[in-house]
């Protein structure tokens, strides 16, 4: 569905997650009836579904796939990323998993700014920021990231804690790795100079 059933979505997953009491089963009932109703796994399914059917027809088809989605730089992301990661094992090692991003969600023109609510340089465009434009996008292919770690922990060379401090590092704009839409602002801005890289925080063992 589009970014604006996403970000109604995850609303209604987050507002889930504040503290209740489960007394009883009756409770526990309405909690797990209101999860289906966010809707929220039901979109990662989807997503994790069309992955696999991508690789299923790259592997076993032998068939060339195009992804493209309405705007061409949000599903279309999550798609072929997570497909990648299905297909080659070098994108589930930190160094392989750090190049997807940067190839696929940095450079090919995912406007990550935009899309998460962080820093860009305002620009004169149709897609000029505001509230209605934030989706999260790139929080739901973490999100299946994280899904296919649990399913087989053993193919992945980073964990759960690794996934979670990368979306800290997008959201608090500390490093310039995430910061603006595109590469070019980045580049005009000097952000691989004078910024850190949220790469190297994200390079201690724990992860």
């Known amino acids: ?49 069309v992955s696999t059917q991508v690789v299923h027809m790259i592997t076993v088809e032998r068939a060339s796939v195009l992804v493209h989605c309405s705007d061409g730089w949000d599903r279309t992301s999550q798609v072929t990323s997570l497909a990648q990661m299905m297909l080659d094992p070098v994108f589930r090692t930190r160094a392989g998993f750090q190049r997807l991003i940067v190839k696929e969600w940095l450079s090919f023109g995912h406007q990550i700014a935009l899309r998460c609510g962080t820093i860009a340089p305002l620009e004169k465009s149709s897609h000029a920021p505001s509230d209605d434009e934030c ?33 800290h590092h997008l959201n608090a704009c500390e490093h310039g790795t995430f910061l603006c839409n595109c590469e070019r602002q980045r580049v005009t801005l000097n952000l691989p100079t004078t910024t850190t890289s949220a790469w190297d925080a994200l390079a201690g063992p724990e992860y």
């Open 1 to 49: 569905e589009n970014i604006h059933a996403m970000r109604t979505s995850l609303r209604s997953f987050l507002a889930l997650l504040q503290p209740k009491s489960l007394a009883n089963a009756k409770e526990e009932d309405s909690y797990l009836g209101d999860l289906d109703k966010s809707g929220w796994l039901h979109h990662i399914r989807k997503v994790l579904r």
């Open 135 to 167: 989706s999260p996008i790139f929080l739901q292919f973490i999100e299946c990231v994280w899904q296919l770690s649990q399913q087989m922990p053993r193919a992945f060379e980073f964990n759960g804690t690794y996934l979670a401090h990368l979306l």
